[in-house]
């Protein structure tokens, strides 16, 4: 799970939204910033309020901004929402006399959402940033400003160095925005090596120097000091970080005294909160007192010790044999194959009413000891080596019986709506539990909770062995209070469903309304609402998360022509903001393509020459992002409009492309174990780049090079046990179109229609199709989107020429897609990634929904990705 998305969850009900409209009535809309933030800016200086940061930036006497150095020693403050106030008008005070540039979080809920528990641990508890000239400055800023800040407290800031016992913090790293491909080519913030080399700036949560920046003589003392606090001297052996929250970590470790394995739970101080302000401590005491109070009930474990290190707070259980719930389902669910054995589905059914009887009971035990679990999930319920009893872990946001008080801290897919109080949280949790082991999708019911009344007809259509009360039950009591739904009717009817994906061209007809309705043009940073990448700089404008890939999904299924959203794009490129992306998928390149695709030529080659203007050739080689994307569009742009400087640059990135597929086919330097595959981030997308070059120029060498590109992501990928082909991610297989088989299985079919006797390093072609076949035709997919769905499944099943993919298979994944459809002001639509709300968008949303339903229910409009058109005959 994206922690990201609980955050981007919280302010509107139906989609992905920035924190900074959170309100308590759930209407998106600014809340109130602290009373610095409301300062007016002095004379001489700008600012820039983004939501997240206010910027002030002292200017030159023409009114441009004052130039410092792009990298350096910044300074962070830390502060807790007590101290907050006063540190930020103290660091203004301090910094606006001096012309010292700065920034800090302006409102108080921006400020706990860093701090919360599931918050980024490389940004929590930065509350402001300064930016010296140079070291000496920042030491002077750091004995000045400290001395004014002394006694303040905050969360640690475990990126940086702390200087002395207060609340400052310092780090190198950049001032200024410069942009970087890192190994897994993703953009990331850049700062100059000692070459002058542009490298990642390295924000992992710890302190380090980079090798070529001398540490400066007064940072010294402190890392003498960071670096005498030591946990040797403890009576327990650590060997393994089993995870890691803002709020500290949880490992694993050996009594040295006795033997005995046991599990260390770290709480930091002002850091991990909960809704209702507790931090990590507050609630790692509230862990402690209910495992005390359950003390021999063999439900949870039995409390060790309790310790104090450098303030951070210590629990000390035993350690609890097994593994946590979620982590059977890979390996036991039936649904993961395209036939599930009917035996294998009863067991399964059977060994879930097993697990759910022990779990329920563990609960009642843990009630009748006056405990409230208040956090009941998978990833909660220990199951042990026999595979059948349980026992439950993680009690920090526990509570008495008595209380009867509200939740604070839950996973989004069991959170109990606000009504539930008490022990009724935990039967809601249950009820959620007995839904999710079968179809572990209950986040949609922090959208829906009707959905779960579907969810259960599903379920019991899969395993037939199920009883119906069991569903029963449970969706009575999801949807108990729920609007919309009758008191008395039975549980899994009444309940109004959108239209079915497969009704088209209704479905069509009821998407692209409810993409309409969504839009927001009155708003600058993004028109259709999708996935939260569309929020970072230039997100709501391109092809893949943004209004760029919604108006092509319009424009290829036939919908009607949005003239008002075509005109929301032009105005919001003219110009592109600041350090947008260049992309295909990402960027400019994209927009230009689908802009030129809806007549807009001018503005598109406008677009052309502002990323021939940037250093697009140090872009990494994935067509997402990269090379091979903006190579496509340069060729396309060539070709329709005959700009000779346009093929030239085409040219030089299908040559750039060739060196980088050769480097990785004959050198070491990127690890295959490490090395991206896939359509999007993989060599797949090279290879679609050299194919259609090849098609156009006839070039041999362009054809032998996209053959060499895909052999090399098929190395990455693996048969599973029903004989599907994966990519193998190291933890993780993936089928999806995006990042998996099925998006080199579509760029593997356009290279074997031009060299069909193509060798693949010895696979067999056919076996390698069938092996993607199989794996885009399993039973459940747990996302609809279609970078990493259903949805991109059915686009490949649409598309390819594969013997067996038309049909049934194709039928059975449009029919399953209604699994996870939603209803949007009564319209057909999808959820987007981590299923917490709506998406609008084409990588994750209804509009990639929409397209690759049109592509298999429309063929003879030929709906398609761009530079993947269909295979298929209408």
Known sequence: MDKRYEVYALADPDFYETPERLSADGKARPLPEFETARREIPDGWRSDNNGEWLNLTPLESDGTPRQGPAQGW?????????????????????????????????????LHLRNAKYAGRDTSGKFVTIYPADDDR?????????????GGEGPYILTDLRIGDGPLYVRYGAFSRRMVVNERGTLVPAVEDGAGRLVPDNREPAFQVPEWVPLPDFLKPHVDARNATTVTDLPYRFEKALHFSNGGGVYRATDTRDGRKVVLKEG??????????????????REKAALERLSGLGVAPEVRDWFLVDDHRFLVMDHVEGRPLNAFFAERHPLLSPAPDPAAVADYAAWVLRINDAVEKAVAAVHERGIVF???????????????????????????????????????????????????????ALACLRIAMFLPVTTLFVVDRSKAAHLADIIADEFPTVPREFLDEAVAEITRGAPGRPAGTRAASGVPRPVEPADWPNSRDSMVAGILASA???????????????????GGLGLAYGAAGVLHALTETGAARYEQGERWLLDHTDPVPPGTALGLYDGIAGIAYVLDRLGHRQRALDLTERLLSEKWQRLAVGLHSGLAGVGLVLDHLARTTGESTLADRAREAAHLVADRI????????????????????????????????????GSADCLRLAGEALELDLDRCRKSSDGGLHVDEGWRTMPYLGDGSAGVGMVLDDYLRAAPDAPLGGRPAQEVRQGVLTAATSRF?????????????????????TPGAAGEPLAAQIDALSWLSMRYQDHLAFPGHQMMRLSMDLGTGTAGCLLALSAALDPDRGAHLPFLPPLRQP
């Open 74 to 110: 910044k300074i962070h403050v830390s502060a807790t929402r007590t101290t907050a106030e006063r540190t930020a008008a103290t660091v203004w005070d301090y910094c606006v006399p001096r012309g010292i540039p700065f920034k800090f979080v302006p409102a108080p809920h921006v």
């Open 138 to 150: 920042c030491q002077q800023i750091l004995e000045e400003l400290g001395e004014l800040l002394r």
């Open 268 to 285: 930091r101080p002002h850091a991990g909160l909960a809704a209702d302000g507790a931090d990590a401590i507050a609630r790692l005491e």
């Open 374 to 428: 208040n956090d009941l999930h998978l990833f909660n319920i220990m199951v042990a080596p026999d595979e059948e009893s349980v026992t439950l872990i993680d009690f920090e946001a526990a509570t008495r019986v008595e209380e009867n008080g509200s939740q604070m801290l839950a996973h989004p897919g069991f959170w109990a709506p606000l009504d539930r109080t008490g022990t009724d949280i935990d039967r809601y």
């Open 520 to 538: 927001t043009p009155d708003r600058d940073d993004r028109l259709f609402p999708g996935d939260v990448v569309q929020f970072a700089t230039g």
């Open 662 to 697: 050769t480097e990785v086919g004959t050198t070491d330097r990127v690890p295959t174990s490490k090395r991206r595959a896939g359509l999007m981030r993989g060599l797949s997308g090279p290879a679609l780049f050299l194919l259609r070059r090849h098609e156009h120029t």
């Open 781 to 801: 997919y747990v996302q609809p989107g279609l970078f990493e769905g259903r949805a991109g499944m059915i686009l490949h099943l649409a598309r390819t020429t």
